[in-house]
Structures are given as structure tokens and as C-alpha cells.
């Protein structure tokens, strides 16, 4: 889906020799959803805020690497992709604003990696 998760990877890039893209985007969006499940559901704290914050960064940049014209999946797929990029950023702003709950942005990025392990469609 992308090559350019380096600010929000951390550990992720650590033997890219050994990993693949996409199992690099899975370990990417498992160690932001854990932030997600590990903080308070409702935005009334700052570990809410910062995981809410990872998330954005995390589907910001899949946006921006779906736009890229080198990025070679399907229409379709990165239509739906960049769709759910859209639906979670604006989620994670309705969070932020107290008026809206974590669970919706763990449920898309949970789909994503199944989608990722082949385990159903994203």
C-alpha cells in the first residue's frame, strides 16, 4: 500500500531485508491500534489524545502514499482505501473533540489487518 511509514514505524523498520511492505504496514497499524485499545475510549485523557493523534499521522500517510501514482494497487482498492483514510481521520477529529469514542478507528484498523494477513477484505 505504501513506503513512506517511516515517521510513525518506530520499531517496524528495524531489518527491512527480512520484513515485507505489507507486513511492515501490519506491524505499523498493530502498534498504533494497541495505543488505541490501551487508552481510554472516550478523549479524557492525554494517552487518548496522543494514540488518537499516531492514528492520523498513521492514515495521513497512507493517504498520501494511495495518491502517489507510483503506488500500484488497484483503482478500486485504493478508492476504498482512501475512503476509510477519510471516515478515520474524521472520526479521530470527532474524538478529539470529545464527541465520538476509539472504537470505531480500532474496528477500521483491525479490517485493514486482517485484510493485510489475507484474512478478509479490508
Known sequence: ???????????A???PVTKGARDVEYD????????LMQAPRQCHDVETI???????????????ALVDPANLLEGE?????????????KHGQL???????????????MSVMKGLRGAGAA
Open 77 to 89: 482498492v485504493k478508492s476504498g482505501l482512501l475512503s476509510l483514510a477519510r471516515y478515520a481521520l
Open 13 to 15: 523498520y528495524s531489518n
Open 28 to 35: 505499523v497499524l498493530s502498534q498504533v491500534t494497541r495505543l
Open 95 to 109: 474524538v478529539l473533540a470529545g464527541k465520538g469514542a476509539t472504537d470505531v478507528l480500532i474496528d477500521i484498523n
Open 50 to 64: 496522543r494514540a488518537v493523534a499516531r492514528n492520523n499521522e498513521l492514515w495521513t500517510v497512507f493517504a498520501s
Open 1 to 11: 500500500m505504501l513506503h513512506a511509514i517511516k515517521p510513525v514505524s518506530g520499531k
